[in-house]
Nanobody, 124 residues
Framework: QLQLVESGGGLVQSGGSLRLSCAAS????????VAWFRQAPGKGLEWVSN????????YYADSVKGRFTISRDNAKNTLYLQMNSLKPDDTAVYYC?????????????????WGQGTQVTVSS
């Protein structure tokens, strides 16, 4: 059974950076797209970014484009999210997830395994 474990969250000042990691175990991710979602306090789940199985095609929500970078190391079975120029609006619990197919989608229903989440808090 696939397990996803996020790490790297924390408290950072506005304008700062964090790098989230998502380590997979129990199964390989290399044949599937992966994504990051987030959920801010009192709000619904929001798609942030996804990468196809090969890592050569990536997509970003407009709210993070140019500031966040998704990447994956299939040899290490690990997914990353580099977050730069962080804003207070980026405060949320961030989740990594595995898609059902090689190509990701923006809807949460397209993903079947989820990590437990890591808290990111950006202070102003």
């Amino acid at each position: 059974q696939l397990q996803l474990v996020e790490s790297g969250g924390g408290l950072v000042q506005s304008g700062g950076s964090l790098r989230l990691s998502c380590a997979a175990s129990g199964s390989n991710l290399d044949r599937y797209a992966v994504a990051w979602f987030r959920q801010a306090p009192g709000k619904g789940l929001e798609w942030v970014s996804n990468s196809n199985s090969g890592g050569d095609t990536t997509y970003y929500a407009d709210s993070v484009k140019g500031r966040f970078t998704i990447s994956r190391d299939n040899a290490k079975n690990t997914l990353y999210l580099q977050m730069n120029s962080l804003k207070p609006d980026d405060t949320a619990v961030y989740y990594c997830t595995k898609a059902r197919e090689r190509v990701g989608v923006r809807a949460a229903g397209g993903y079947d395994y989820w990590g437990q989440g890591t808290q990111v808090t950006v202070s102003s």
